[in-house]
């Protein structure tokens, strides 16, 4: 079965720096993995996606995701930290032939920029 | 252009008491369609999916069903509501290719009183 891990409940970085969000993945094929960002009480908002292709994937609002099959991660950058950063991220992988292709994901993980 | 609506945003609903979340799409058509349930604002689990009018897999056993009278039409139902049924309800839907993304409608959050 598809999985997909964030190690980190939440990351605190200071307006400016870089930013890292951590995301491993499980799956039997081949991967098509996701990222999404929720700001409080809305819904998931789509960042971007690696299908096939070059290892990294650019994406909304200058975040930018590098694939590693060999370490089957699919970690979020951003280069500089913005404050409106703030918000809860989620990986997500979804696999050909899983039910429904459904999208199956991390537990998230809380971004806090400080200013 | 596609969007989906969800509704309502808020509800409150005392135990006992039955349910509907209603989610369209408009803008395409023969989607898949999903409902996910998100607790205490962390990770999300898929309740229910359906690829087609009729067609509904349930992810996980529970109170609620779901049902989809029209292509572009999901429904969320309970007919007796318990304390654990509170949480944060997402509809999504998705072309029914593995590589594309999933779009989310805004929520509902539903308190059980």
């Known amino acids: 079965a598809q999985s997909v891990a964030q190690p980190e409940d939440q990351v605190n970085v200071a307006e400016g720096n870089p930013l890292t969000v951590k995301c491993t993945y499980s799956v039997s094929g081949n991967p098509y993995l996701f990222w999404y960002v929720q700001y409080p009480n809305r819904g998931l908002q789509f960042l971007l996606k690696?299908?096939?292709?070059?290892?990294l994937v650019k994406g909304s609002y200058g975040f930018e995701a590098e694939f590693n099959k060999s370490q089957t991660s699919f970690h979020l950058k951003k280069p500089s930290a913005l404050v409106s950063d703030s918000a809860l991220y989620f990986c997500a992988v979804r696999e050909f032939g899983a039910a429904g292709n459904k999208l199956t994901f991390g537990g998230g993980t809380r971004v806090l920029v400080k200013p | 252009s596609q969007t989906i609506h969800q509704w309502p945003a808020t509800l409150v609903q005392p135990v006992g008491s039955p349910l509907s979340l209603e989610c369209t799409v408009e803008?395409?058509?023969?989607?898949?369609l999903y409902w996910y349930r998100q607790a205490a604002g962390r990770g999300l689990q898929l309740l229910f999916y359906s690829v087609g009018i009729g067609q509904i897999s349930s992810e996980v056993p529970q109170n609620l069903s779901a049902s989809r009278p029209q292509d572009r039409q999901f429904i969320l139902s309970s007919k007796k509501l318990l304390l654990s049924d509170s949480g944060f309800y997402l509809c999504a839907w998705s072309t029914p290719s593995v590589n594309t993304e999933a779009f989310f409608g805004q929520g509902t959050r539903l308190t059980v009183v």
């Open positions: 803008g395409t058509s023969n989607p898949n």
């Open positions: 690696y299908i096939t292709g070059d290892n």
